[in-house]
């Protein structure tokens, strides 16, 4: 249910990273038997970041976060807690949070991994801002961070053309009015879908062997056309109940950041809710899926963008491994 107008959470700064080097279509129709049309056509990719040599996930986190913070201009032992939304930590454990805590010298905080694949920010957004609801925490660092890289198979053109490496961070704070922030969140979860998008090998189930590595279980699978079916509707479902139960026509939603899967998923929940052109964040083109730094990555580019100003709705919508979806509405406030 949407929740109690008393105190709400909201965005009081955006940080984002990506890494320098540069991979276009034309680099792997070198690598597969692909071309730079199908992709741009089927997708709506051009290019994607790639981590340097020893770049994991915690060093793009904290370069997202040290962004942040020199935004926000606070210190980083005014941070409560860090959430770090990843399929790709750089290790099971410990956390990329404490890493990331550890990097930033955020002394005061505590913090953990959420693993929700591209519903990883919406999920850790949420659980973010009921923190701060509660009066628990006053600053909660929540970020989106992931080395699609790392996990891909560079044979197989199915999904390497899809990814890209990145972060993006946002802070939470307290709002006493209750008509700004996180006003609204619906998030779900279907397991019967996992078998459709996961990376099998390295858990318990399928614990690292040579077997393990040399079936490439240690790789991102997806069987896109399934994924591609329950994304395109599950996406727009969602987006278009958080609209209606907050009584949000197409003309008040000054801006909808979508994950950044498939730009043909993002246009099916574009028409559902009668969007224009301009009240849609799309960046798929030069970051591809970055998993779970799409949504924060776009927030960031919207900020530099000019394209968010304080009372502006904003909904934010994914779909991802899983299955996991969601959508949340928020009051853009005042943001560095
Ligand atoms: N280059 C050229 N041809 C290709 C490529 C490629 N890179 N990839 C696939 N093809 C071929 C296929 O082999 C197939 O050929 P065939 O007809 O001879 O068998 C043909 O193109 C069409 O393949 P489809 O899979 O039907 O292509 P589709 O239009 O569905 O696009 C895509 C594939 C882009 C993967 C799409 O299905 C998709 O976006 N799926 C959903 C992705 C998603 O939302 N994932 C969730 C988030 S990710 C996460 O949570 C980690």
């Known amino acids: 249910m949407p929740l109690p107008p008393n105190r709400t959470a ?31 056509t089927r997708t709506g990719i051009i290019e994607r970041r790639q981590v340097g040599d020893g770049e994991a996930t915690s060093h793009m986190a904290t370069a997202a976060a040290r962004d942040l913070l020199e935004k926000r201009q606070i210190d980083p032992e005014e941070i409560d807690c860090i959430i770090v939304a990843t399929v790709t930590p750089d290790m099971f454990f410990p956390a990329t949070a404490c890493l990331v805590q550890n990097n930033l010298g955020a002394s005061r905080a505590w913090g953990y991994d959420l693993s929700a694949a591209c519903s990883g ?52 704070e307290a709002c006493e ?22 990376m099998e090998g390295g858990g318990s189930l399928h614990p690292p062997r040579a077997e393990t590595v040399a079936g490439k279980k240690h790789y991102l699978y997806q069987d896109g056309r399934i994924v591609f079916k329950y994304a395109i509707k599950l996406m727009a479902d969602i987006t278009a109940e958080v609209a209606q139960r907050n009584g949000l ?17 993002i246009d099916a929940s574009v028409e559902r809710l009668g969007l224009r052109e ?38 934010l919508a994914a779909f991802g491994a899983g299955f996991t979806w969601g959508g949340i509405y928020l009051r853009w406030s005042e943001v560095f």
């Open 177 to 198: 009015e209750g008509n700004e922030g996180i006003l609204d969140s619906i998030l779900r979860c279907d397991g019967s879908g996992a078998e459709y998008l996961c």
């Open 249 to 265: 026509k197409s003309e008040d939603i000054q801006l909808f950041i979508p994950h950044q899967a498939n730009q043909r998923i």
């Open 10 to 40: 909201k965005i009081t700064a955006v940080g984002k990273y990506l890494p320098e080097r540069v991979i276009t279509n034309f680099d792997l129709e070198k690598l597969v038997d692909t071309t730079d049309e199908w992709i741009r």
């Open 121 to 172: 920010f919406l999920f850790a957004l949420d659980a973010g801002a009921r923190m701060i609801e509660s009066g628990s925490s006053t600053k909660v660092m929540v970020i989106g961070a992931d080395t699609m890289s790392s996990i891909i198979d560079y044979t197989d053109r199915a999904t390497c053309v899809l990814f890209g490496d990145g972060a993006g961070a946002v802070l939470l």
């Open 278 to 315: 301009d009240q849609v964040l799309s960046n798929i083109d030069y970051y591809a899926n970055t998993t779970a730094a799409t949504i924060p990555l776009g927030m960031a580019d919207a900020v530099e963008q000019g394209r968010l100003k304080p009372g502006d709705n904003v909904v």
